[in-house]
């Protein structure tokens, strides 16, 4: 019997034929639901209908709110009956049928994509991850997944990989209400008591410092975004679904959750990862690194002539912009410079969506003959038409009370430990 498949449907989107497709041995990494769907769309192009209805009927018996697997078991139903036209027929809403199509699309990309599971292959914003920083977490929304990786002393890994739900206007958010998820790096500022959300958030919840540094520099606004579960009827929601947050399955939020350290780990979300070696970046990274130490040897030197070299004609330290910062910064550099100035614990992340543009995040281990102080800075540097690195903003790693906007009392947050930020 000739079968009117749905997964060659979708797979016609983005290759020439249902078997050229390059099978990649699934990574242990990918969630144990989305794993056994994908075998079971394998087993499909494959022809071995039998097997697959077998092992659709046992997901979606474990796993009953796995809407995916519903609409891929219907269809097969109704292709036995020759009655279906194109997937989705055992759903009447047409934008339904489209979300669900794309779904499996990206789905099935994933897993197969070479590039992503080529060990070494990083994404492109990974510049310098300290010693400190145990994990870090890159969310693609093109990928529409989250990818955590370890730094285990000897480099970065993949170690997880989720499936990921955005805002339902997509990314690069700017305004609150715009529906939108924010692109750029930020870190997680606390982890909320579950007992205290509704049950929208799903199993646990992550806030993030939305409106960073560079967003209130850029006069972006809205609060409240978040790395959240899901609905405890739900087992994903669609791939636009929320207000700005990214909603991950319930079992992947708990993993983080429950996480060492899981508070002040770096989320980088971008609209799209490019996935290099860690060669490619390293000479970037050793450009940055000797301008930063260049930075510090001028700080503690002293001078405004050296000092203010270093420093944006847009620089703002959130206080003092331009001209009066860049002073601000010389005069204190002058009345300090007796004293030492060390930095260590150095980490350096690309921005998404612009190249030129670098989050460098280190201690700064300052001695004076009264006594010593060690604070964490975040600086964000901008590459300028004359070719040379310098800061456009300069603050604390400290999170701010908008940071915590609109987080119900009953969650009672757990507040990040600033001594390890990165």
Not at 35 to 45: C, F, G, M, P, R
Not at 243 to 261: E, K, M, R, W
Not at 382 to 396: D, N, P, Q, R, S
């Amino acid at each position: 019997m000739k079968f009117l498949l749905i997964v060659a449907i979708v797979l016609a989107t983005f290759s020439t034929g249902l078997h050229t497709a390059p099978r990649i041995e699934p990574s242990p990494m990918v969630d144990e639901s989305e794993l056994q769907l994908l075998d079971i769309i394998t087993k499909i192009e494959d022809g071995d209908i039998a097997t697959a209805e077998v092992e659709l009927s046992e997901l979606i018996s474990r796993q009953p709110n796995f809407r995916l697997a519903h609409l891929v078991y219907g269809d097969l139903m109704l292709s036995r009956t020759n009655t279906l036209r194109a997937m989705g027929g055992t759903l009447a809403d047409r934008s339904e049928i489209i979300s669900f199509k794309e779904e499996i699309n990206r789905r099935i990309t994933h897993l197969r994509s070479e590039v992503i599971h080529t060990e070494n292959m990083i994404p492109d914003v990974l510049l310098k991850v300290s010693a400190s920083q145990k994990q870090v977490i890159v969310i693609d929304e093109e990928e529409s997944r989250a990818h955590v990786f370890r730094n285990d002393g000897f480099g970065l890994s993949l170690v997880e990989d989720y499936f990921a739900t955005f805002g339902r206007n997509g990314a690069a958010k700017t305004v609150e209400g715009d529906g939108r998820t924010p692109t750029g790096v930020y870190f997680i500022t606390s982890r909320l008591n579950p007992l205290g959300l509704d049950d929208l958030y799903g199993d646990g919840a992550l806030p993030l410092n939305y409106p960073n540094e560079l967003d209130q520099l850029l006069g972006r606004t809205g609060y409240g975004i978040w790395l959240h579960g899901v609905p405890s009827d739900t087992y994903n929601r669609p791939l636009y679904a929320t207000q700005g947050c990214i909603a991950l399955v319930n079992s992947n939020i708990v993993d983080l959750y429950n996480t060492p350290n899981i508070q002040n780990t770096p989320v980088i979300i971008t609209q799209s990862i490019n996935w290099v070696s860690v060669e490619e970046t390293a000479a970037l990274k050793e450009q940055l690194l000797d301008r930063v130490e260049e930075w510090r040897i001028a700080s503690a030197s002293g001078g405004i002539n050296k000092y203010d070299g270093f420093y944006s004609s847009s620089f703002s330290d959130g206080v003092l912009d331009n001209s009066a910062g860049i002073e601000e910064k010389g005069i204190s550099a002058i009345s300090s410079s007796e004293d030492s100035l060390e930095l260590s614990d150095i980490s350096l992340y690309r921005y998404p969506g612009d190249e030129n543009l670098v989050v460098a995040s280190f201690d700064q281990n300052f001695s004076s003959p009264i006594g010593s102080e060690v604070s964490r800075i975040r600086q964000y540097w901008t590459l300028e038409a004359e070719g040379v690195w310098k800061i456009l903003h300069e603050g604390t790693g400290e999170y701010e009370p908008v940071h915590f906007k609109g987080i119900p009392e009953a969650a009672m947050p757990i507040v990040a430990d600033m001594s390890s930020t990165n």
